[in-house]
């Protein structure tokens, strides 16, 4: 798993998926915001699966 997705991207990922992931717990308290969770994972990671398969990359080239 080579790493596809750019650092300012991660970043992103991470602070938007926690953001949602929070609505389990305040706010309409929905299941549905643990999909959240997605979004953290592939940031912390730095590797997306869909990304993969488009052969998509956001990685700036060194």
Known sequence: MQKN???TE???RVVVGL?????AFVGPASPWAFLGLVPVATGLIGW???Y???GINTCKKG
């Open 19 to 23: 953001a949602i992931t929070s609505l």
């Open 5 to 7: 997705i750019g650092n």
């Open 52 to 54: 993969a398969m488009f």
């Open 48 to 50: 997306c699966p869909p």
């Open 10 to 12: 991660r970043v992103i």
